[in-house]
């Protein structure tokens, strides 16, 4: 069956840089695009951005520029988030999902000094 | 991109009765292939949304028969014909028509 598993809580202090990863499994990693969503405490779910996973290009919503970078290992079908410079105000779940409809259990990333 | 407007943003509901949400776009969310890319997201506390619903009324596999979608344009609905303990929650409406944009979710609560 199709999987999207990510890794586990990460705690950054600010300023530091963290990387998270979504592990597909059960499909053919090139069918779907990979999309990044994030949910900051008690709020709702805002689309970052997303990875074609045909040709590794990246697109970024608009208010993810900069510090988010999205990249991808085709071989290992796994995507990856990569956030640096990181403020208080990144602490959220970060969740992959494909354009299949497929979620991941998301990643806590808790900011704090 | 499309701005999305959930009414209402919470709900008090019945056990076994029914219950719906509605999703206003500030744009035409057809496609240019003619679809229209409207979902609709179940998320429990805790947990990660799961999709109930693409293209305005096509139930994801494993989505019971109880929900069911509609809409066109730029008014979409989501129904519950009965609801259960389980369906407690956000919901979400989601435009994958241009880019992705959620609305702002909807509390169900019993």
């Known amino acids: 069956q199709v999987q999207l598993v990510q890794s586990g809580s990460e705690l950054k202090n600010p300023g530091a840089s963290v990387k998270v990863s979504c592990k597909t499994s059960?499909?053919?990693?090139?069918?779907?695009?990979l999309h990044w969503v994030r949910q900051a405490p008690g709020q709702g779910l805002e689309w970052m951005g997303w990875?074609?996973?045909?040709?590794?290009?990246?697109t970024y919503a608009q208010d993810f520029t900069g510090r988010f970078v999205f990249s991808m290992d085709a071989s290992v079908s796994t995507a990856y988030l990569q956030v640096s410079s990181l403020k208080t105000d990144d602490t959220a779940v970060y969740y992959c999902?494909?354009?299949?409809?497929?979620w991941g259990q998301g990643t806590l990333v808790t900011v704090s000094s | 991109d499309a701005v999305l407007t959930q009414i209402p943003l919470s709900s008090a509901v019945t056990l076994g009765r029914p219950a719906s949400i509605s999703c206003r776009s500030s744009?035409?969310?057809?496609?240019?292939?003619?679809?229209?890319?409207l979902s609709w997201l179940h998320q429990r506390p805790g947990q990660p949304p799961r999709l109930l619903i693409y293209?305005?009324?096509n139930r994801f596999s494993g989505v019971p028969d109880r929900f069911s979608g509609s809409g066109a344009g730029t008014e979409f609905t989501l129904k519950i014909s009965r609801v259960e303990a389980e369906d407690v929650g956000v919901y979400y409406c989601?435009?994958?028509?241009?880019?992705?944009?959620f609305g702002q979710g909807t509390k169900v609560e019993i």
């Open positions: 990875i074609n996973t045909n040709t590794g290009k990246p």
């Open positions: 989601l435009q994958v028509t241009q880019s992705w944009t």
């Open positions: 744009q035409s969310l057809v496609h240019s292939d003619g679809n229209t890319y």
């Open positions: 059960g499909y053919i990693f090139s069918i779907y695009g």
């Open positions: 293209k305005v009324s």
């Open positions: 999902a494909n354009s299949g409809g497929q």
